[in-house]
Every structure is written in structure tokens, then in C-alpha cells.
Nanobody, 123 residues
Framework: QVQLVESGGGLVQAGGSLRLSCAAT????????MGWYRQAPGKQRELVAA???????NYAGSVKGRFTISRDNAKNTVLLQMNNLKPEDTAVYYC?????????????????WGQGTQVTVSS
């Protein structure tokens, strides 16, 4: 059993910043990829950013240059620093990991999901 606990969402004005944090506990290995996905109302869930244990990163085109993903392998935590936020970034953000890394990294999504944290960007 794997648990993912997210924190750090909230309300921010356009141009502002937020940092999301996710801690993984349970039967998870530090070499699994971890990532962040988001789902806006009426839209499908999409990959925002993901990172392997070795530090390889994959970003959605819409967030490149504004968001940075990082991780602490020893603590099984992943962070998402979000700068220059835009109203279109408004969504529920989910932490994700899995028993295999490719689904996490490529947008299919891994086996385990957090409960989600709301990010709202006002214009």
C-alpha cells in the first residue's frame, strides 16, 4: 500500500508563486518516478511535470520555464515550484507515482494518486 500526501495549494493572483509538496509513504521504492498531474473543470487530467530518481524531467509545454519539479530520494518527496502562475493553471493538482516509471513520465499516470490539492489563480 502506498500513500501520497500533498500540501501547498491555495489561492494566488496571476503572476504569483506557489510550491506544492508530496510525501510518499508505504511500499514504495525511491527509484520510482514521481510526478504532478492536474485536472481543470471539464477537462481531462494531464501531466504537468515528472521526474525520475536520476533527475530526468519531463514538463508539459504550457509550464516550461515557469514550473520546476524536484525530489528528495531519501525522503520520497517531490516538490513543484510554480512561478508566474496564470489563470489557466487553475486546477486540482495530483501527486502520482507507480510501480513502473514510464507511465508516470509520459502522461499515462502511475498506479498511485494523492487526494489532490486545489490551485486557484485569479486574474
Amino acid at each position: 500500500q502506498v500513500q501520497l500526501v500533498e500540501s501547498g495549494g491555495g489561492l494566488v493572483q496571476a503572476g504569483g508563486s506557489l510550491r506544492l509538496s508530496c510525501a510518499a509513504t508505504g511500499n514504495i521504492y525511491s527509484f520510482n518516478a514521481m510526478g504532478w498531474y492536474r485536472q481543470a473543470p471539464g477537462k481531462q487530467r494531464e501531466l504537468v511535470a515528472a521526474i525520475t530518481s536520476g533527475g530526468a524531467r519531463n514538463y508539459a509545454g504550457s509550464v516550461k520555464g515557469r514550473f520546476t519539479i524536484s525530489r528528495d530520494n531519501a525522503k520520497n518527496t517531490v516538490l513543484l515550484q510554480m512561478n508566474n502562475l496564470k489563470p489557466e493553471d487553475t486546477a486540482v493538482y495530483y501527486c502520482n507515482t507507480g510501480n513502473q516509471s514510464p507511465p508516470v513520465m509520459t502522461g499515462a499516470g502511475g498506479d498511485y494518486w494523492g487526494q489532490g490539492t486545489q490551485v486557484t489563480v485569479s486574474s
